[in-house]
Each structure stands twice: as C-alpha cells, then as structure tokens.
Nanobody, 126 residues
Framework: QVQLVESGGGLVQAGGSLRLSCAAS????????MGWFRQAPGKEREFVSA????????HYAYSVKGRFTISRDNAKNTVYLQMNSLKPEDTAVYYC???????????????????WGQGTQVTVSS
C-alpha cells in the first residue's frame, strides 16, 4: 500500500507560481511511476503531468507545457509540480497518483494509476 499526501496548494494571482508536493509513504517509492491530475468544478479529471520511476522521462498536457515542471526526489519519497505563469483556468483540485512501474513509460490515463492522494486546491485569481 502507498499513501499519498499532497500539499502546497493555495490562492495565487494570475501570473504567479506555486509548488505542489506529494509525499508518499513506504519504502518502494522509487519503483513507482507518478502523475499529477486536476479536476475543476463541473469538469472531468484531466491529466496534467507524469514522470517515470527514476525521473528520466516526463510528459505534460499541452495546456501546461512550458509552464509546469514535474520532478521527484526518491530519497525524500516526494514528487513535485512547479507551476509558473498560472492562469485562472488552472484553478482546480490537484491530485497526485502512483503506480508501481519500473519502465521507461509515463502514464497519462487516470485508470492506469492504483493510488491517489486526497487532493489540494489551487485557485488562481484574475
């Protein structure tokens, strides 16, 4: 079992930055592929970014590419999402997700993941 706890959300003005963190329990974090998803009110959960087990491969949704950066620190059992140049349309609850996978693939579909955090709210004001 893996437990995921997100933090770092909050209220920020458009153009600002936030860094989300997702801390994972367990000693096998380094063998997990990780992802970030978000869900805005009235909308379906959507993919934001993903990273493979060793951080060597990343992928981004078109809407955030060039503004968001995903990274991980396996020594700290933590994955990060640095969000710059935030826009009001980035407002959502952000979730991290995990799946045990030692491969060169990143997982972009929510149903590929086995574990989810509780989410952290990000609100971007105009």
């Amino acid at each position: 079992q893996v437990q995921l706890v997100e933090s770092g959300g909050g209220l920020v003005q458009a153009g600002g930055s936030l860094r989300l963190s997702c801390a994972a329990s367990g000693r096998t974090f380094a063998s997990f592929a990780m992802g970030w998803f978000r869900q805005a009110p009235g909308k379906e959960r959507e993919f934001v970014s993903a990273i493979n087990w060793n951080g060597g491969i990343t992928h981004y949704a078109y809407s955030v590419k060039g503004r968001f950066t995903i990274s991980r620190d396996n020594a700290k059992n933590t994955v990060y999402l640095q969000m710059n140049s935030l826009k009001p349309e980035d407002t959502a609850v952000y979730y991290c997700a995990a799946r045990q996978s030692i491969s060169n693939m990143v997982l972009i579909n929510s149903h590929d993941y086995d574990y989810w955090g509780q989410g952290t709210q990000v609100t971007v004001s105009s």
